[in-house]
């Protein structure tokens, strides 16, 4: 049965987005036939990471909550965009990146019901054997209903202060929300820092299970959102931990 993942921070900036594309590729390393929704509509992105130019996108998500297609007519076969044979699949449902239907959405919005039933159409229509949600930071109507409709959650925080108080409230309403599976993801942590202090100290504060704590790479920086990281650095240490975090999902 389909699991429905939902990556989330409270705050921009935490590498949700990069975390998203390389737990899907990871995921589709194994065999696993992988979709990813961008939900993140206001600043969209992830495409980036899949070298999927926006003159390939005859139709992004936002034409399908407008009602112009079908969800599944959004979806884009990105396997072969990711530099590595892949033994599963990467299907890819962009949000648009025209600023006139960025400033449409949050003029006008959309109905959120629409995403449930997408998420639905999606997995039964390309057979998925996950779905993997990559919202927008912080909480609004959309976001809480992937969280909702979510079996995991995936939260990436930094070992930051602002970061700290903004999971704190993520993690309370996700409880509310009766998520099945919640998972912490520590992210650019600086090398100075004992990862295994951090993983307690962070387990501690939410009595929540760390999956992983990845350190600040200067290689991911330097790569620049220009491909999938895992992929191109398979031995670093963000990779390992990255594969811990796939293991516990998959699980």
Not at 41 to 60: A, C, K, R, T, W
Request: hydrophobic share 40%; glycine share 8%; net charge negative.
């Amino acid at each position: 049965m389909a699991k429905i993942i939902s990556v989330h921070s409270f705050r921009g900036g935490t590498g949700k987005s990069n975390t998203t594309a390389n737990l899907a590729c990871l995921m589709a390393m194994e065999g696993k036939r992988v979709g990813i929704v961008d939900t993140d509509i206001q600043s969209p992105g992830i495409h980036v990471l899949f070298n999927l130019d926006e003159s390939e996108m005859e139709h992004s998500l936002n034409d399908y909550l407008w009602g112009k297609c079908s969800i599944n007519d959004c979806a884009y076969d990105v396997t072969g965009h990711v530099g590595a044979e892949v033994k599963g699949q990467i299907y890819l449902i962009p949000s648009s990146m025209k600023a006139s239907e960025i400033a449409r959405i949050m003029r006008e919005g959309y109905d959120v019901g629409l995403l449930n039933d997408g998420f639905q159409s999606l997995v039964e229509g390309l057979k998925l054997d996950a779905l993997i949600i990559d919202t927008h930071p912080g909480l609004n109507e959309e976001t809480l209903l992937s969280i909702a409709v979510s079996d995991i959650l995936v939260i990436i925080m930094r070992p930051d202060q602002q970061d700290y108080q903004g999971t704190s409230v993520t993690v309370e309403v996700a409880r509310k929300l009766d998520v099945p599976k919640m998972f912490l993801v520590v992210n650019k942590t600086p090398q100075v820092l004992d990862p295994e202090d951090v993983r307690q100290r962070v387990e501690q504060t939410y009595n929540c299970q760390v999956a992983a704590v990845l350190p600040h790479s200067d290689e991911m920086m330097i790569l620049a959102s220009s491909g999938i990281f895992s992929l191109q650095y398979p031995d670093h240490p963000v990779s390992r931990g990255l594969k811990d975090v796939v293991a516990l999902l998959s699980s």
